[in-house]
C-alpha cells in the first residue's frame, strides 16, 4: 500500500509530456546547447545579458574581475568564452549561482578554473554535492566534482561590493526550488531573479529539491512587491523583462492555481482536470516553449 501511495505520487509530479518520447529534457537541452549561439545585450551600466546557453547569464564587467550569475551549460563554453571576451578584457574572478538547477550551474567547474570563486545559497552546496533525482526531468545528476561546488554560502542575504557596484543577494524560501535567489544590483537597479520568473512561457517546478506551486506564487508576489516600472528584471528564462510582465506571470500562476485546486478539491484525478483544460486561456501565449498545457497541469495539481 505504503508503496503503491509513493509510486502514485511520483508518477503526478512527472510532467508526461516532456517524458512522452522517454528522453530526459536534460539530454536534449545539453545536446542542443553545443551548437547555441549567445546572444549578449548590453542594459544598463557595467551589467549586460547572454542568453541562449541555459538560463539568462547576468555579466558585471570591472577592474575586480567579471562577475556572473549562472554558469550556463558546458557544452557552450567556447560560444560563452567568446561573448565575454566581447564584453571587456577583465578576468572571470566571480560567479553567482541563482539556484543548484544543471541549466545555471554546469558551467561551474570550468568558470572556477578560470579563476571565479562561486557563491551561492546553502542549498545550492547541498544539492550538488550529492547524487540527486529531479523526477520532473526523469534524471539524477550525479555530485558535482570539487571545482564545481560553491565556497562561499549564505543563508538568506548577502551584500556584496565588486566593481564599485552594490549587490544584494537574497534568499526566496522554497519556490521553484529551495535554493533559489535573486541578485540586486541596486545602483543601476536591475534583478536577477533565477528560475522564479519565466517570462511569457508556462514555469517548471521541482517538487524534488522543495519546490512548489504556492512557493512559485509567493516569490512571483515578492518579485513584484521589489521591483518598479523602471526595474531592469532578467528572468531565468525568456527574454529580459519589466514589473508588466512579472504581474502578468503571477496572475497567471495564480488563476490556473485556483482552477486547478477548485477541480482537485472536487476529487478529480490529474487525467481528468487535465481533460478540463485549466489552463486554456493561457495557452496560445504561454505554452509555446518547453512546457505545454497539461504539463504545467500536471505541476500545479501536484501542489494543491
Ligand atoms: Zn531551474
Known amino acids: 500500500m505504503a508503496t503503491a501511495s509513493i509510486a502514485t505520487a511520483a508518477m503526478c509530479l512527472a510532467p508526461r509530456r516532456l517524458l512522452a518520447d522517454d528522453i530526459s529534457p536534460v539530454i536534449k537541452i545539453r545536446k542542443a546547447a553545443a551548437t547555441a549561439e549567445i546572444k549578449v545585450t548590453k542594459l544598463r551600466g557595467n551589467v549586460s545579458v547572454l542568453e541562449g546557453s541555459g538560463g539568462n547569464i ?3 564587467i570591472g577592474r575586480d574581475g567579471k562577475l556572473l550569475v549562472d554558469a550556463g551549460i558546458t557544452a557552450t563554453r567556447k560560444g560563452i568564452t567568446e561573448a565575454l571576451a566581447s564584453l571587456s578584457a577583465d578576468p572571470i574572478k566571480h560567479l553567482i549561482d541563482s539556484h543548484w538547477h544543471f541549466d545555471h550551474t554546469d558551467g561551474n567547474e570550468w568558470l572556477h578554473s578560470e579563476g571565479a570563486e562561486i557563491t551561492a545559497h546553502e542549498n545550492t552546496l547541498r544539492h550538488l554535492s550529492v547524487d540527486t533525482r529531479v523526477e520532473g526531468w526523469n534524471f539524477t545528476f550525479p555530485a558535482s566534482p570539487a571545482g ?41 537597479d536591475i534583478i536577477h531573479v533565477a528560475d522564479t ?6 514555469p517548471f517546478i521541482d517538487y524534488s529539491t522543495g519546490g512548489s506551486i504556492d512557493g512559485s506564487i509567493r516569490a512571483a508576489e515578492a518579485n513584484v512587491a521589489r521591483v518598479t516600472d523602471k526595474t531592469i528584471i532578467i528572468s531565468g528564462h525568456g527574454p529580459v523583462g519589466n514589473k508588466a510582465q512579472l504581474i502578468a506571470f503571477r496572475e497567471m500562476l495564480v488563476t490556473i492555481r485556483e482552477k486547478v485546486g477548485a477541480l482537485k478539491k472536487q476529487g478529480r484525478s490529474l487525467k481528468e482536470v487535465q481533460a478540463a483544460k485549466p489552463t ?24 494543491v
Not at 562561499?152 to 534568499?171: H, T
Not at 520568473?197 to 508556462?202: A, K, M, Q, R
Open 58 to 60: 547576468a555579466v558585471l
Open 148 to 188: 564545481a561546488l560553491p565556497t562561499k554560502l549564505f543563508a538568506d542575504e548577502l551584500k556584496l561590493e565588486v566593481n564599485g557596484a552594490d549587490l544584494v543577494l537574497k534568499y526566496y524560501l522554497p519556490a521553484h526550488t529551495d535554493s533559489d535567489i535573486s541578485v540586486h544590483f541596486t545602483d543601476v
Open 197 to 202: 520568473f519565466w517570462n511569457g512561457v508556462y
Open 280 to 303: 486554456a486561456g493561457f495557452d496560445a501565449e504561454w505554452g509555446r516553449w518547453v512546457i505545454d498545457g497539461p504539463t504545467f497541469t500536471s505541476l500545479v495539481y501536484a501542489g
